[in-house]
Nanobody, 124 residues
Framework: QVQLVESGGGLVQAGETLRLSCIVSGLTFGTYAMGWFRQVPGKEREFVAG????????NYADSVKGRFTISRDNAKNTVYLQLNSLKPEDTAVYYCAAHRGGRAVTIRSAYDYWGQGTQVQVTV
């Protein structure tokens, strides 16, 4: 059974930082690309960041480029998202996802497995 479990969300003020983690089990983690998405009520889930199976390639949404960093530790079956300089518009539920293809991709439908999400709320 594949499981993706996110943690690290919370309530912070604008300008502060958070580090999200996603622990994965039930699949060969080192062969999957990973991604982070976010969603606010009434809107579609949007791509935030992606990382290839090896960690050698990353990509980001323009709205988070330079502020967020995705990384992975294949020995720990974990993917991270460092959120710096947070803004109120970053408030959302953040989801991690696994893509069987191994390449970092931005398309939501390309991902095969999803976590349950962790809430990030940023106040002014």
């Amino acid at each position: 059974q594949v499981q993706l479990v996110e943690s690290g969300g919370g309530l912070v003020q604008a300008g502060e930082t958070l580090r999200l983690s996603c622990i994965v089990s039930g699949l060969t983690f080192g062969t999957y690309a990973m991604g982070w998405f976010r969603q606010v009520p009434g809107k579609e889930r949007e791509f935030v960041a992606g990382i290839s199976w090896s960690g050698g390639t990353t990509n980001y949404a323009d709205s988070v480029k330079g502020r967020f960093t995705i990384s992975r530790d294949n020995a720990k079956n974990t993917v991270y998202l460092q959120l710096n300089s947070l803004k109120p518009e970053d408030t959302a539920v953040y989801y991690c996802a696994a893509h069987r293809g191994g390449r970092a991709v931005t398309i939501r439908s390309a991902y095969d497995y999803w976590g349950q999400g962790t809430q990030v709320q940023v106040t002014v």
